[in-house]
């Protein structure tokens, strides 16, 4: 009797890990999708901003050249107006450089790919049941602590990413495949159908 109760005392514990394993699993996979998200959209919204100066650049040049060559006060009020919306974009890429911060963006969704990827092994080693609850529990605590730094070295993260990372892995399933699609990769032995 006593056994029984123990083995279903045992058996509820790696039930309850398992749910936070599922839990912090999910969670890592919404982090790292949504920090590729963020690198993505700066690194568009940089390259906007890089066009945007050269265009603006010939602009002006353009202006002041025309000035200079005869067409007058236009032409000069052209290149003034123009230089200035130039000056405030360079002004707002001084200050705040997207490029480095896609790449820090970058860096942290590369970090928490590690670490999803040890949740995901850490799930299939519970799922086996060869490792005792106190080993499983002590490699948890390390990934806690390894999430822990990623996130204490990465930049915020913001809504627009975050509901971008939600259509991937939601809508476009960015996370989902189809035994078909992994045994493409596979070779012959390692295929679940023929």
Known sequence: METNIQNKLEEDSYR???GQLRECYGRVIYTHKTHEKCADLLFRKHST???WQIVLSALTTGGFVSSFLGSG???ATIGV???TVLLVLNAYTKNYDLGELAQKHKKAANDIWLIREKYLSLL????IGKKPLNILQDERDKLLAELHSAYTGSPSTDYAAYKKAQEAL???EDMTFSD???DAFL???LKRKD
């Open 49 to 51: 901003i890089k066009i």
């Open 16 to 18: 309850i890990l398992e």
């Open 73 to 75: 006060n236009i032409g």
């Open 170 to 172: 939601k809508k476009n």
């Open 187 to 189: 070779p012959k032995e």
């Open 180 to 182: 078909e699609e992994i």
């Open 124 to 127: 299939t080693d519970l799922a």
């Open 81 to 83: 107006v123009i230089s």
